[in-house]
């Protein structure tokens, strides 16, 4: 040991003293000049270092912060910091945990965290990182998109059809029209500059009209619901009322998107061929390109991970190109993903738990730093914004529970029914960032909706203990229900 000891402290010792001497040696050389080729190619230019001894010890720490990659990994640890903790706070208080990402997103933005401490906000969230901060995001969403649609049950919707296709339908008409209704007194004071009046209404529809079935869900299963015949007929109401409202939603886009009618016509002819090829080429072709031997093994293989990446992200660029927005095609992709060898559930725990943990987050953010609370100044704005909550449930749970009695089912289940249908959650949040992002909506009605989305995410809970309470109506002097 003393003999290796000796002989490797010997090499150290004469490599370092042999490299000390040629850097002694080669910093008297000329370096040489950058040639044409290089500068117009845009190469870097690397400074010398300072060896007078001029500046503070601590510049070179602050320029690696300024770095772009230094502040996007401040925020990300920011971001998925409160996240996390708002998260767990909200689950202790009995709401969904997406709720308190969705809080914390907005407490990160302007609306407090940039009142409160404007030099560390803008230290954080600096104008020129937004850009790869909204990217990132968007990979998020997409990737939960996919995961959305890979939790859809067709068959499950095909068992209860009746009222499934009755209440999600009336659940999205309803508050459609009243959507479309209010549009029409608040498009003057309260759409983006520049936006039609008919994008304008639209859009207002369909922020009425979403229900976050991936939330719905969650509640589901923590109340213990999920397989009793309100959970069943809840789950599949919720994935018909998505199919039906996302369909709407990239109908809208196509033609806010378009600048003619013509133009209009030849995107949605695109999304029709789009739609055809995924459903009765890529979906019944996807078995025999994953292999029997991939879908049965326990745990996905990196190329069957690669090839799912391949689907979503192709599906996810290809509506982009059309004009939709990327998150359908992932959604689609998701929908057509084959049940053998239940290899949906395993491709959700590994693609759910990375988007979830690391990228909604980033989302949640990104729209927080677009709500803006300061811009409800007054007690008209308030009013307004109440009014949109009031507009939004009453059409959404009211419309909903009515139908769902008209088919059968106890007031009390229809009522339950209803507050379910009426969550919103990060669903609509999507909705709304598209709907900002054309120019349709501005920064004034973003912030109504996104609060709008936000309470009426986290009146679900309460109003599902109220209304299973709720006794039926005594008729012809029966006595009520226990």
Same mark, same amino acid.
């Given at each position: ?45 690397? #400074? ?36 996390? &903790? ?5 689950? *202790? ?163 806010? *998107? ?124 308030? &009013? ?20 769902? *009695? ?8 229809? &009522? ?35 609060? #709008? ?30």
């Amino acid at each position: 040991m003393k003999n290796s000891a000796l002989i490797y402290t010997l090499i150290l010792a004469f490599v370092g003293l042999g490299i000390f001497g040629v850097l002694h040696q080669g910093a008297s050389l000329q370096g040489p000049t950058a040639t044409a080729s290089e500068l117009a190619a845009g190469a870097p230019v690397v #400074m010398k270092a300072n060896t007078a001894g001029n500046g503070s010890l601590w510049d070179g720490v602050r320029q690696h912060a300024n770095e772009p990659l230094s502040h996007l990994f401040v925020q990300m640890l920011v971001i998925i910091a409160a996240a996390r &903790l708002m998260g767990g706070l909200f689950t *202790r208080l009995g709401q969904p945990a997406v709720v308190g990402e969705m809080v914390a997103g907005i407490l990160l933005g302007p609306s407090l965290l940039g009142l409160l401490a404007p030099d560390f906000f803008a230290f954080v969230f600096p104008a020129t990182s937004l850009g790869t901060l909204k990217l990132l995001s968007q990979i998020g969403v997409c990737l939960f998109m996919f995961t959305v649609g890979m939790e859809l049950e067709v068959g499950k919707v095909k068992e209860r059809a009746h009222t499934a296709v009755l209440v999600s339908h009336a659940g999205i008409v309803i508050p459609y029209f009243l959507g479309v209704v209010l549009a029409y007194f608040l498009y003057e004071t309260l759409a983006r500059s520049g936006a039609g009046f008919t994008a304008f209404a639209l859009f207002m529809g369909i922020s009425m009209s979403i229900t976050a079935f991936p939330v719905l869900a969650r509640i589901l299963q923590d109340r213990g619901l999920t397989k009793t015949t309100l959970g069943s007929t809840a789950i599949t109401c919720a994935a018909v009322d998505d199919v039906t409202a996302w369909s709407i939603l990239a109908f809208v886009v196509a033609i806010a *998107r378009s600048t003619s009618i013509a133009a209009s016509a030849f995107n949605l002819s695109l999304v029709v061929a789009f739609v055809t090829v995924m459903l009765y080429i890529v979906r019944p072709g996807l078995p025999r390109w994953i292999g029997q031997k991939n879908l049965e093994a326990e745990s996905p293989s990196r190329g069957l991970l690669a090839l799912t990446m391949c689907v979503v992200l192709g599906a996810a660029l290809t509506t982009e190109i059309i004009g939709i927005h990327a998150l359908f095609g992932a959604f689609l992709a998701g929908v057509i993903m084959p049940h053998a060898g239940n290899i949906r559930h395993k491709l959700s725990v590994r693609v759910e738990n990375f988007s979830t943990v690391l990228f909604l987050p980033l989302f949640f953010a990104f729209t927080g730093l677009r709500t803006q609370l300061g811009l409800l100044d007054d007690l008209r704005g308030w &009013l307004i914004c109440l009014g949109i909550i009031a507009v939004a449930t009453v059409g959404k749970l009211g419309g909903s529970a009515v139908v769902a *009695r008209m088919t059968g089912m106890s007031w009390r289940d229809s &009522l339950q029914l209803g507050a379910l249908m009426n969550t919103r959650g990060l669903m609509e949040l999507i909705a709304l960032n598209i709907g900002y992002d054309l120019g349709i909506l501005s920064p004034q009605i973003f912030t109504m909706l996104v609060i #709008m989305a936000l309470v009426t995410t986290m009146m679900t809970g309460p109003l599902l203990t109220l209304f299973g309470k709720k006794v039926e109506v005594p008729h012809r002097g029966i006595p009520a229900a226990p």
